[in-house]
């Protein structure tokens, strides 16, 4: 079979062998274990010129609680492998009756594939002059589901994770646009084959890089809005940080122009990680219209691959995103740091908060920094608040962070908001080492992860204590008792001592706390300040795969049924601080379809425009749609329920 000339010749070789990928992913696993555990024998040594190696490098670093992005972490495990002849007809797909098929209004399903593409990884804000316009961004595998050919290839096999944009011009009601690639496609970033997928950065869209993402999106006071994703590749070292500048022309439709690409590399020992974006919007401000993007530079022993640091770097443009100035790093003594997000106050005042610690630290802390001069100088980094990361939401299996989230009000007020892990009956919101799972003989089983925020009235200088954003509770349970599996017949299915018994499994008492994750913040035009994040509010059983195939294909169907086990479902709930709390979504959120369950996004967003009202932005679960092409397999039309990006809105 011919390559294409633009396709990457490493890239090709992962697609077709999955021996090799598995092999990679285990050894990485391996080498983690390996390097926490003390020894005599030689230092481990790690492939950095891979995504997996840099992963593996990083989780081998002992005591360290900074990991790459959820995004970064699923793409380095993403197998592949070689498209069988013919369409593969499921033998089980894994699902729950308790879960919605179709996103129900008032919400709105924002992602306008239909081909069972999934989405997640949610950032969205609304035009200053027009709070009927809206752009959104997602990380969009809709390429894996294209039933396009290049050169005789499934175009999903050379798809990836892709930058997504989707935009309204009626306050979020409906969203634009679908893709619709040739069947005989040419790689392009003409918009009418790329729909809203972000053109210029990942190959089919017309770039240079594999796979992109992670998604971050801005307006400035002029109408454009600004996109900031990540390039870059699985399985040998180019990466970058990408800018595009988006326009709406008279009859409101968005064009994209070029990607400006930012410490754009080829070493094997740097890799960028974990952007954000913010302009400063404000009429009147001294930098009125800067655009200011931050990430995390992860830096790498080119000897051996071990981990070094990972500190704050940030750029600005006076331009429009046409050039940035020379990246800084603004973390000082910070060293090992993530999950970075800057705010711009009324007065032109940059803030960077991020999760970080210092060399020595125990626990790590929420860190801020700021700028006076549109980004020229620095302050030292402050810590609002230790932070003790949390290891994740009880009964799931997705990935998790404590990275934190902000938002400056009209009156200068700067608020951010994180997750911390705390007790179960007397909570520390300021750290707890005794709910720190990386620390031994810790009580992590009675601790549970909480949103907080904290408030500052003096531009950053003195901040507030961390206090919850939400109530204290307990899961509601629903769908208990069920009864489990009886022994398969087949002696390679579930059998009793696997749990498939044919006993009642009945509801989890006590059924635990209510835990949140992914936490959002803005303020409106008149000074409402609403904080938003997922609560794992309830839990139903969820049937496992006992056996069954390999990703991806094992990604859609199961050979063998296991036991039931408890799943905690979620709620995307907003709080006005004023007072008034509510979940947002009208179908409780079920993590475990897509990605294995391991996936479900790294964050979430809500903005507001001037009419007051906020529009929340998370990954939902709650609609099913035929897939046919998956990663370059072929399936007999099959139902199945995916990630999508889901919005509700309102003004409490």
Same mark, same amino acid.
């Given at each position: ?5 633009w ?14 990928a598995?092999?990679?992913i285990?050894?990485?696993?391996a ?22 190696g ?22 380095a ?13 499921p ?7 308790l ?9 709105v399903?924002?992602?306008q ?7 997640n ?9 027009n ?53 005989n ?18 190959r089919?869209v ?23 994703g ?20 008279g009859?409101?439709?968005l ?21 954000w ?10 930098f ?13 022993n ?11 770097f940030?750029?600005y443009?006076?331009d ?14 910070a060293h090992?740091?993530?999950?970075s997000?800057?705010?711009v106050?009324p007065?032109?005042?940059?803030y960077?908060?991020w999760?970080g610690?210092t ?10 920094? &700021? @700028? $006076? #001069?549109? *980004?020229? /100088? !620095?302050?030292? %980094?402050?810590? +609002?608040?230790?932070?003790?990361n949390?290891?994740?939401v ?21 608020y ?11 909570p ?7 709910c ?12 549970h992860s909480?949103?907080?925020?904290? &408030? @500052? $009235? #003096?531009? *950053?200088q /003195? !901040?507030s204590? %961390?206090?919850? +954003? ?6 509601t ?6 009864t ?18 044919g ?7 006590p ?10 913040a ?10 938003a ?10 049937e496992?795969c006992?056996?069954?195939?390999l %990703? ?29 709390t ?19 996004g ?10 007051n ?16 092409w ?10 199945i329920h ?10 409490f």
């Open positions: 079979m011919k390559i294409p000339s396709f990457n010749q490493n890239r090709f070789t992962s697609i077709v062998r999955v021996a090799s598995v092999t990679l285990s050894a990485a696993a080498m983690a274990f390996v390097a926490v555990r003390p020894s005599t024998a030689a230092a481990p040594r790690y492939d950095i010129n891979t995504l997996a840099k992963v593996a490098s990083l989780r081998g670093t002992a005591g360290l609680q900074i990991r790459f992005s959820a995004f970064l972490e699923q793409e495990e993403e197998p592949e492998g070689i498209p069988a002849p013919g369409s593969i007809t033998i089980h797909v894994l699902s729950s009756p879960d919605g098929t179709t996103i129900v209004p008032p919400n399903l924002v992602n594939d239909t081909a069972a593409a999934p989405q990884e949610t950032a969205i804000a609304v035009d200053p002059n709070p009927n316009r809206i752009v959104g961004g997602a990380n969009d595998y809709v390429t894996r589901t294209w039933s396009c050919f290049v050169d005789g290839t499934p175009c999903s096999a050379l798809g990836d994770g892709y930058s997504g944009t989707y935009y309204s011009n009626d306050g979020g009601s409906t969203w634009c646009c679908n893709s619709n690639p040739d069947a496609y040419t790689p392009t970033s003409d918009p009418a084959q790329i729909g809203t997928l972000i053109p210029g950065v990942e089919l017309g770039g240079i890089y594999d796979a992109g993402g992670d998604p971050s999106v801005a307006f400035d006071s002029q109408g454009n809005v600004y996109y900031a990540l390039g870059f590749n699985r399985t040998s070292p180019p990466n970058t940080v990408a800018v595009n500048k988006g326009t709406f022309d009859g409101g439709t064009s994209w122009s070029p990607p400006t690409f930012i410490n754009q590399t080829t070493s094997p020992s740097t890799l960028n990680d974990k952007e974006i913010a302009v400063d919007s404000h009429s009147g401000s001294p009125q219209d800067r655009i200011y993007v931050s990430w995390t530079r992860f830096i790498f080119p000897h051996n691959g071990s981990y070094v640091q990972s500190p704050i940030f750029v443009s006076t429009g995103g046409a050039t940035f100035s020379t990246p800084e790093n603004i973390s000082a003594n090992y740091s993530q999950g997000h800057p705010v106050g007065d032109g005042t940059v960077v908060f999760n610690s060399r020595l630290a125990s626990l790590n802390s929420t860190y801020m920094a &700021k @700028s $006076t #001069d549109g *980004g020229d /100088t !620095w302050s030292p %980094p402050l810590s +609002v608040a230790t932070v003790t949390i290891p994740g009880r009964n799931t299996v997705f990935r998790v962070n404590s990275y934190p989230a902000a938002a400056a009000a009209p009156n200068g007020d700067v951010a908001t994180w997750n911390t892990e705390v007790d179960d009956t007397t520390i919101y300021t750290g707890d080492p005794g720190a799972y990386f620390i031994p003989g810790n009580h992590v089983s009675t601790c909480v949103a907080v925020y904290s &408030k @500052s $009235t #003096d531009s *950053g /003195t !901040w204590d %961390p206090a919850p +954003v939400f109530g204290a509770g307990s899961r349970a629903d769908g208990y008792p069920v489990q599996p009886t022994p398969d017949p087949n002696p390679n299915g579930c059998q009793a001592a696997n749990g498939c018994d006993s009642s499994l009945p509801a989890p008492s059924t635990g706390p209510i835990e949140d994750v992914f936490p959002a803005t303020v409106a035009a008149n000074g409402n300040v609403y904080l994040a997922y609560r794992g509010t309830t839990v139903s059983p969820w496992v006992f056996s069954g195939p %990703p991806p294909v094992g990604r859609i169907t199961c050979d063998f049924l296991g036991p039931y086990i408890h799943n905690t479902r979620l709620d995307y709930v907003v709080r006005d601080l004023s007072g008034t509510n979940a947002v979504n009208t179908q409780h959120i079920n993590t475990r379809y897509g990605f294995g369950g391991g996936f479900f790294d964050y979430t967003d809500i903005a507001a425009g001037s009419d009202f906020f529009h929340a932005f998370w990954t939902d679960s709650n609609n099913v749609q035929n897939v046919v998956w990663y370059g397999f072929e399936f007999v039309p099959t139902a995916q990630q999508d990006v889901v919005t509700g809105s309102g003004n």
